[in-house]
Each structure stands twice: as C-alpha cells, then as structure tokens.
C-alpha cells in the first residue's frame, strides 16, 4: 500500500532563514503531489500542486520539488516569517483512484523571532 | 459561499447519542469530500460526493456513518449510536474537480464522545 512519510518532529528555524520540509513516498508513482498547510483549529489550507512530470514550482516565497527518482517532494519557504508557523501536510493522488487523497501526518514547523 | 462552512464547530455527545454535521460548500463545487483527522495525523478519507451522488463511501468506518447530500449542495455526515473512538475532527472539502487543483476544506468539526 502507498505511504507517505513526513518528518514527525517540529521544525525550528530562526526568522528570515529558508525552511525545509521533506515528503517522502513510497510502493507508487503518483500523478501530483501537493502541499497544505493547517493552522490549529482549522482544516488545511491548500498552497501547491506540483505535477509528476514538473520538477519545481514556485509561488511567492514558496518553493516545491518533486523528485520522482528520489520519490521525495521539498517544500521550501524562503525569509520565513513567525506568521508561517503552522503544520504542513503532504499529500499524494490515490493510486486506486482519481479523487482520493493519501496524506501525511504533517510537520510542525515554529518560526522563531 | 465563499468558502466551505461546517457546523457545528464543536460536539460533544454522549456514547450511544445519535449526531449530525453539515457541511455547505463553495457555490458550484461539483465534488465533495468527508473526512476524518485524528490528532496529529493527516485527514482519512470518508465519503466522496459528486453532485448529489455518493459515489465513494469506503472510507466510512462502519454502518454507524451515513453521508448524503440530497441537493448536491450541503452535505451531512451522520454517525448513530456514537463510540468513544468516534471522537475526530470531521473536515468538509470541496474542489470544482476531483483532487486536481487542491480542495477548499472547512474548519471542520471537533466531535468528543463522552
């Protein structure tokens, strides 16, 4: 069965550095990969789709990658700020399915001033 | 509307107690979507609506859950005779096209069976 790994511990990065995040699959090739984001209490917020055949996406200070050898997708944020603290959910194309989602557990990413 | 809004935001039901979550979606989505999330891990997939049909319930973790969206706008989920282990987040999605270019999801509701 198709699984999806996210790093399971906070992430802390300093203010105005680059945040990485990392989305790793694997028993599938899947079509699309994208990113959500969740702040607490509320449901995810879509932010990427990056397309199998794409290998980087940019929109505003994010970055997305997909590496289809690897099978990983990096989520990258440059000159994070403290308001991009949230949890970042990965999430991949059912491979029995052309609606589904499988997704992640997410990564808990704290920006510190 | 201009996004997906689910009521309540918060229920709280005692073990046995019959429950009921609406969901109403952006005006015009074709597709909708239930979904559970436990904490700190990723939403699991429910029910899939598109328009009035349910054309997905696999998700559904037993015959205590019943999703139906009469008109092919607001959604309910319902869950009879409630368990503990049905305490979640329940989160509504909606997309223009089946899970091509990102769903809008509601708040969701936080069920707590006590």
């Known amino acids: 069965s198709q699984k999806i790994e996210q790093n399971s511990e906070a992430l802390n990065i300093q203010e105005g550095k680059t945040a990485t995040l990392t989305c790793n699959y694997t028993?599938?090739?899947?079509?699309?990969l994208q990113w959500y984001r969740q702040d607490p209490g509320r449901g995810p917020v879509f932010l990427l789709l990056?397309?199998?055949n794409e290998k980087e996406k940019r929109k505003e200070r994010l970055k997305v990658t997909f590496d289809t050898t690897l099978k990983q997708s990096l989520f990258h944020i440059t000159a994070s700020q403290p308001a991009d603290s949230a949890t970042y959910l990965c999430?991949?194309?059912?491979?029995?399915?052309?609606?589904?989602?499988?997704w992640g557990a997410g990564t808990k990413l704290i920006i510190k001033p | 509307g201009a996004g997906v809004s689910q009521s309540p935001r918060y229920k709280v039901a005692k073990r046995g107690q019959d429950v009921a979550l609406r969901c109403d979606p952006i005006?015009?989505?074709?597709?909708l979507f239930w979904y559970q999330q436990a904490l700190g891990q990723g939403p699991e997939f429910l029910t899939y609506?598109?328009?009035?049909?349910?054309?997905?319930k696999s998700g559904l973790p037993s015959d205590r859950f019943f999703a139906e969206r009469p008109e092919g706008s607001v959604s309910t989920l319902k869950i009879q005779r409630t368990q503990q282990e049905d305490s979640a987040v329940y989160l509504c999605?909606?997309?223009?096209?089946?899970?091509?270019?990102?769903?809008?999801f509601g708040s969701g509701t936080r069920l707590t069976v006590v």
């Open positions: 609506f598109q328009n009035e049909a349910q054309l997905d």
């Open positions: 990056i397309r199998e």
């Open positions: 028993n599938y090739s899947p079509a699309y």
């Open positions: 999430a991949l194309d059912d491979m029995d399915s052309n609606y589904q989602l499988i």
């Open positions: 999605a909606s997309s223009q096209v089946p899970a091509n270019y990102g769903y809008t």
């Open positions: 005006s015009g989505h074709v597709s």
